[in-house]
């Protein structure tokens, strides 16, 4: 089945800098990758998701890149925020097949912003 | 338009008991899907249900069940719990149809087992 790595684990920026957290996944059917983030007490919440066939999407601070030949995707937040600490979790999925509802998580990131 | 509720948010139980959660989608949305979180193993794909029919599920024992009304509302079971089912119960609701893979998450049922 689909594995899905994600590094690093934990993330510590200043208020301002950017972020990068970095996902691989395992199956080339994979065509679906879409970024939760977490806070406490709630459940994840969708912030940007990208397709097979886009190489990058971006949404105000966040953008998403994706390397189908590596089978490796990434989160970049710029000018960071107290507000984006959270945990993130990237996800891939076969949409469109018969994986109805299932997506692979990575382990997520705990992302520190420092004022 | 209200999001995804899970009821309850808390649950205490002891060992052996068996325990039912509910999930009421987002209006429109006809797929339900269940997770469970825990900090060791992280977010695992339970089962998904569209039309009250289960179309897909995880690798979990027969004591995790679920199903689905006519009202797209979901209601997952555990029976004889164990200690190793304390966990974070997530539900999420989506769309049907090519290009509606995106999963809306409610804020889950916290579940402890004694």
């Given at each position: 089945g689909e594995n899905v790595e994600q590094h690093p684990s934990t993330l510590s920026v200043q208020e301002g800098d950017s972020a990068v957290i970095k996902c691989t996944y395992?199956?080339?059917?994979?065509n679906y990758f879409p970024w939760y983030k977490q806070e406490l007490g709630k459940g994840p919440q969708l912030i940007i998701d990208i397709r097979s066939n886009v190489g990058e999407k971006k949404d105000q601070r966040i953008a998403v890149t994706l390397n189908k030949t590596a089978k490796h995707f990434s989160l970049h937040i710029t000018?960071?925020?107290?507000?984006?600490?959270a945990v993130y979790f990237c996800a891939a999925s076969k949409a469109?097949?018969?994986?109805?509802g299932k997506l692979t998580f990575g382990q997520g990131t705990i992302l520190t912003v420092h004022p | 338009k209200a999001g995804v509720t899970q009821t309850p948010r808390y649950l205490i139980k002891t060992r052996g008991q068996q325990v039912t959660l509910s999930c009421s989608p987002i209006s429109g949305h006809r797929s339900v899907s269940w997770y469970q979180q825990t900090p060791g193993q992280g977010l695992q794909f339970l089962f998904e249900y569209f039309s009250e029919t289960q179309r897909n599920k995880g690798n979990?024992?027969?004591r995790f069940s679920g199903r689905q009304f006519s009202n797209s509302r979901s209601e997952m079971n555990v029976s004889?719990?164990?200690?190793?089912?304390?966990a974070l119960y997530l539900c999420a609701s989506s769309l049907t149809g090519?290009?509606?893979e995106k999963l809306f998450f409610g804020s889950g049922t916290q579940l402890s087992v004694l």
């Open positions: 395992s199956d080339s059917a994979s000018e960071t925020q107290p507000e984006d600490s469109g097949g018969t994986s109805y | 979990f024992p027969g004889t719990l164990e200690l190793g089912d304390s090519p290009g509606d």
